[in-house]
Every structure is written in structure tokens, then in C-alpha cells.
């Protein structure tokens, strides 16, 4: 068997629950991975070592049963737990201990999901970095908001972690850090417990080893084993439009190649795969985008904005002054720019199974002071629909470079299905 944190999450349940192997050899081989890297990669805020081996020994005297029971998962430290510090990656919330844990983190330990820790999030998940470095190269961004989320599934010291996303903050990380992410339909899963920026478009999110590990946790977030998706979907060829966006000229090489080798990978494998057009006002919505997410998050964040402005990065406060001086019928005007969209995307899925589109700009930036442009996700998570990020290819540093699939509204468990089938191809 490989080594226990290299596992992917369904493989070590598996492995678990049959006896092959013991929970606390799980917890120990990741917190092994953890001690001999994190000075490196810098994913987490917080470890409770002692609670997650007492935890793991439950698992293994056979007092704990459940999807996920003895499986490790980084929590997003934008996400409250009652026995660990939740900072919101922002010094106002230094040391700020909540009384409760949020919805998902409670569908986790009812599951029997071993809580690790708290992963690194960049400041109230917006664009300020916090410690992490890329596990492919320290010198490059892992990608925010969920950076140590990211860093810490893709440098093998979890098998699951918790993202959130509001622009790009599960995608662009997960593309950067060679990872599976997903991010589901708008409105999925509980948001209680988890600090909002952007009530119209925050998502919790999933980072993982494999399509089938993402599955997984979907089971586990919805109370369902029975959307469970491991197996592969009924043979036949996929319907995959190539969908390129009206950015298209402004992403790097290793993306435009990213994308281009993912549809050739697809077609040689039988799937029928054609250009995907946008309607050409589709080009506006990242603007709209912006305009929610601005007004929003200076709602979201009035109190820390009020209170302790001196607290907060200047690229936030930007946002948030921005926000503010909006005005309510702009506000209203990108609402409804936001929603036709979403009613004429209906058209564009005619005659396909799912999307492909880029997951990020290219490779992971060089530099730790920012996290790369989000611009490749904005619009779809503007959409509402469900995406998921598959690693596999890489750019000419050698760092990850992920690829995009894309389902309708409400068709995670469409996504899912498609996901399994093509992840192993891209990757090769």
C-alpha cells in the first residue's frame, strides 16, 4: 500500500473500515508529512495533534462509524470551530475562539471525519495573502483565498480540505497547487458558521486528491450516502464544448496549451468535443461580478470596516470604501445583469454534457505577495454553476496548471459523474 497520507480520501475509508489500516496511523503519517514540510509550505494556522489521535483511537476501537470516519480534513480558517481559534486571516480576529462549529464542520465529525486543523486563509477571504507558499516551488503563490487548503491536499499532508469561493478562491488555488477542486452550485450547502463576504456568490467548497474524494464529502455535506459518485457514469461518448471565454488572449501559454491538450486528450478518447460560443455580452460580467461582490462585502464587513479600519490591507479597504460608494440602483442594475445571464446560459449548454474552459491565468505566479488574477472564474461563479478544477498537466516551470469542467446549475451530480471519467485523462 502506499504511504498512508498519499492515500486518496475513499481509499483510505476504505482502507479503514476493512482493517487494513488503522486511523492513527493515518493521522500520524499526515502529521508526519506536516512536521517535515510545514516550515516550507506554511498551509496552517493552527494543528490539534492531541485531539485528532484521540480522535483517530475512537475510530479504531470501532466507536466511530461514518462516511468519512478516521479521514483527516483541513478546515478553512474562514470557517468556525469551537475547539480551535478561527482568525478570518485578519489580526481583528487574533485569537477569537467561537462558541460553535459551523454546519459543515458538525457533517464532518458526524461522519467520522478526523478535524486536523486550520488551513491558511487570505485576509476575510478576499486578496491579501496570509504565510502559505506553493508546494511545487515556495517561491510561487499557492493561490487564494483557500491557500492553505490548496497547499496542504496538493504537498500531501491531508487527503480533504474545506475551500470557499466568491471570485476564484477553490479554483485558481487548486489549479496552482496540482489539486482536485470543486465548487458546487451556488446555495449547495450551509454557509452557517462560515464568515460571509458576499452572501450572492460565497460557496463552500471542496479541495481533494481525486473527483471521487470530492464526491465523497458532497455525500457527507448533504446527510446523503446515496449521491455518493465513485463509479464511472454509463459508457458513451461525452458531449465537451471547448469554451474559451472572451479572455482568452489574456491568459499565458501554459493555460491556452493547459486546455488545448485537455480537449485533444478528450477527442482521442472518443468524446465529441467542439467550440462552445458565449453570447457576446457575457464579456460584462466580470465587471458585474465586481459590483456585487464590492457592495456586498462593505455590508459583510461594516463592523471591521467601522471599527477597525487601521486593521485592514489597503487593497480591502479599497474594496469596501468602493463599495460604499455605490450606489443601490448600480447594485440592482448588475443583480439583474447577473440574473439574465444565468437564464440565457441555459442556451448555451444546448447539445453538451459539460464545459471546458481555464481554471486560472497559467501557472502559479512567482512572489508571495499576492495570489493571481481570479479572472477565469468570476463569470462562472457569477453563473451559479457547479465546476470542478482537474490537475494533471503542467506549464514550461512545471508547475500545475489545471483545467476546467463546468455543468448547468444544479447538475453536481451530472459534474461528478463526468469528472471520474475525465480526470484520468487529463491526467494522462
Known amino acids: 500500500m502506499s504511504a498512508p497520507n498519499t492515500l486518496t480520501a ?29 516550515s516550507i509550505v506554511g498551509a496552517w494556522t493552527h494543528l490539534d495533534e ?34 480551535m481559534p478561527t482568525g478570518y486571516g485578519s489580526p481583528i480576529y487574533a485569537g477569537h475562539r467561537p462558541a460553535w462549529d459551523a454546519a459543515c464542520v458538525t ?66 488555488p487548486s489549479s496552482f ?20 463576504l458576499s452572501p450572492s456568490f460565497d460557496t463552500l467548497g471542496v479541495i481533494a486528491r481525486s473527483v471521487g474524494d470530492a464526491a465523497l464529502m458532497r455525500s457527507v455535506l448533504l446527510g446523503s450516502p ?28 501554459s493555460t491556452r496549451q493547459a486546455v488545448e491538450t485537455a480537449a485533444d486528450r478528450f477527442a482521442k478518447a472518443g468524446h465529441r468535443v467542439r467550440d462552445a460560443k458565449l453570447p457576446p455580452e457575457f464579456a460584462a460580467l466580470v465587471d458585474a461580478h465586481k459590483a456585487i461582490m ?21 487593497g480591502l479597504l479599497q474594496i469596501l470604501d468602493g463599495g460604499l ?7 440592482v442594475a448588475a443583480c439583474a445583469q447577473a440574473g439574465a445571464a ?31 488574477d481570479p479572472l477565469f472564474s468570476r463569470m462562472w461563479t457569477l453563473l451559479y454553476v457547479p465546476s470542478l478544477t482537474l490537475p494533471g498537466l503542467t506549464g514550461p516551470q512545471g508547475l500545475p496548471v489545471g483545467v476546467q469542467i463546468i455543468c448547468p446549475r444544479g447538475a453536481d451530480e451530472r459534474l461528478m459523474a463526468i469528472g471520474v471519467r475525465l480526470e484520468s485523462i487529463v491526467r494522462g
Request: hydrophobic share 40%; with cysteine; net charge positive.
Open 107 to 172: 457533517q464532518v465529525r458526524r461522519a467520522g471525519g478526523i478535524v486536523l486543523g486550520k488551513t491558511v486563509t487570505t485576509e476575510f477571504a478576499t486578496f491579501t495573502p496570509g504565510k502559505t507558499a506553493n508546494p511545487h516551488n515556495p517561491r510561487h503563490t499557492p493561490g487564494g483565498s483557500s491557500s492553505g487548503s490548496a497547499a496542504a491536499v496538493g504537498d500531501h499532508m491531508v487527503p480533504l480540505a474545506f475551500g470557499t469561493q466568491t471570485a476564484a478562491s477553490v479554483t485558481r
Open 342 to 372: 444565468r437564464h440565457k446560459l441555459r442556451q448555451v449548454f444546448d447539445g453538451f454534457d459539460c464545459l471546458l474552459a481555464p481554471s486560472a491565468m497559467g501557472e502559479a505566479p512567482a512572489g508571495l505577495n499576492a495570489t493571481g
Open 226 to 253: 446515496d449521491v455518493l459518485c465513485e463509479a464511472a457514469p454509463a459508457a458513451g461518448a461525452l458531449r465537451i464544448g471547448v469554451c474559451r471565454t472572451p479572455w482568452w488572449d489574456a491568459a499565458d501559454p
Open 177 to 196: 497547487c496540482g489539486a482536485v477542486g470543486y465548487k458546487a452550485t451556488t446555495g449547495s450547502y450551509s454557509l452557517a458558521g462560515i464568515k460571509s
Open 50 to 83: 492531541t485531539g485528532a489521535i484521540a480522535a483517530a483511537r475512537r475510530v479504531d476501537r470501532g466507536e466511530v462509524k461514518g462516511l468519512l470516519a478516521g479521514v483527516p480534513v483541513g478546515i478553512k480558517d474562514l470557517i468556525d470551530t469551537a475547539d
Open 325 to 331: 460608494a455605490m450606489t443601490h440602483a448600480s447594485y
Open 10 to 38: 475513499v481509499a483510505a475509508a476504505r482502507a479503514i473500515a476493512s482493517g487494513v489500516l488503522k486511523a492513527e496511523a493515518l493521522v500520524r503519517a499526515c502529521l508526519d508529512r506536516i512536521a517535515a514540510r510545514e
Open 294 to 314: 464590492g457592495f456586498e462585502a462593505a455590508r459583510a464587513l461594516a463592523d471591521e470596516h467601522s471599527r477597525h479600519r487601521d486593521k485592514i490591507s489597503a
